[in-house]
Each structure stands twice: as C-alpha cells, then as structure tokens.
C-alpha cells in the first residue's frame, strides 16, 4: 500500500476561521512533509517532520501551525489566513527516498 | 540551494507520438523523482531513479548522474497522458525535494 490519504479535499474559509488539515499515511515511513503549491507552480516545501520532531520550517508564517501526533498522522492547523493563501495543499511521506503524495486538499479563503 | 530547470514547458503531440522530456539540475543528488499530476492535482510516481534506466510500459526514464540530466520517454502517446510532469530531486538527507517548474503536455486526439 503506497497510499497517503488527505481529508478534507476541499475546503473554503474565512479569513478569521479556524480550519484544520489532516494527513494519514500507513507505509511506516518515518518523514511526513507539507507542501504548498499555487496555480500553474511547482509544488513548494513548508515544513518537514522527522521522527515526529519538527526538523525544517521554510519560513512559513505562523498562522499556519503543524502538528505530528504519531509516526502516522500529520495536521496542519490554519488560523487568519489570507485570501493569496488559497492554493493546493500536498501531503508526502517517504522514508528518506522515494516519497508520495496524497490527492491534496484544494483551500480556498473567503 | 539546487536548481531544476525542466525542458520543454509545454508540448502539443498528436495521439501517437512519441516525446522526450528532460530534466537538467545544478548539483549532484541522492534522489531524483519523475512525476504525473492529474487535472485534480494528484502527484502520481512515475519513476524513483536517481541514476540508470527504468521502464514501465510505454514510460522509460533515464538518469545520467555524472552529467546531472534525466529524461522522460514516452512512447505511443495517449490523450490520458496529457497533465503536467514534474521532475523532483533531493540532495539532502531530509528527502527534502526541490521541483522543476513542469512540462505541461496536451496529447490531442
């Protein structure tokens, strides 16, 4: 099984909500990663975990949280966002080789 | 940090034909990952080949690590081959991957 499976696949909010975005995967791969990735652009780096510890932060601003509650399981919380935050966003695990990616989720922010 | 420049960016092909895309990065690599992603955005894995050649069907990938190059073969194109393919590669430990800007193919029919 190389599946790395993304809830919600779409979502829209406001610019003062509060939205979570979750990732699964059961390759037992021990990185996780979140990518971003807007309209006709290469997929960007945000954040990697490794071990479940937080081992890069692109620079990414705070309004946009991760959290690794397993070797699992991967979330990024979203609070005040801004409307040139919408974009798709790409779950990937991999055990320091080959990676793969969930279907992403498709933000929108109102 | 690394460069990945991906040439074409675009190509138009008739249903049939064959085409080479090719990927060109600025330092040597451990990883280097070819790509399909579909209209809803799925990053689907076409080959992990950091050096040599695979095959899988009508797909064909070559990497030449000493000259820092990797092609995508594809032959008898389909028009369900048409989407963006991206190449990726890591030089880190983290399997941090840095992408190309795409080559996006239309296969008409």
């Keep these: 099984d190389t599946e790395v499976t993304q809830t919600p696949k779409h979502l829209v909010m406001g610019m003062t909500n509060k939205k979570s975005l979750k990732c699964e995967q059961h390759m037992g791969h021990r990185a996780m990663y979140w990518y971003k990735q807007k309209a006709k652009k290469p997929p960007e780096l945000m954040f990697v975990y490794s071990y479940e510890k937080l081992s890069i932060n692109e620079s990414v601003p705070s309004r946009f949280s991760p959290e690794c509650p397993n070797s699992s399981l991967l979330n990024l919380h979203l609070h005040a966002l801004q409307p040139e935050d919408s974009a798709l966003y790409l779950c990937a695990s991999s055990h320091y080789t080959e990676a793969f990616f969930g279907q992403g989720t498709r933000l929108t922010v109102v | 940090g690394i460069q990945v ?7 138009i092909l008739q249903e049939g034909a064959n085409s080479t895309l090719r990927c060109n990065f600025s330092d040597s690599v451990n990883n280097l990952q070819w790509f399909h992603q579909n209209p809803w955005g799925q990053l689907i894995n076409l080959f992990y080949i950091p050096s040599g050649t695979k095959q899988n069907g009508r797909l064909s990938a070559t990497t030449v690590a000493t000259e820092r190059y990797s092609l995508l073969y594809i032959s008898s ?28 193919l239309q296969v008409k029919p």
């Excluded at chain 2, 194109?77 to 996006?104: E, H, M, P, R, W």
């Design chain 2, 77 to 104: 194109s389909q028009t369900t081959d048409s989407g963006v393919y991206f190449c990726a590669v890591s030089s880190s430990n983290t399997g941090k991957l840095i992408f190309g800007q795409g080559t996006t």
């Design chain 2, 5 to 11: 420049e991906q040439s074409p960016p675009d190509l």
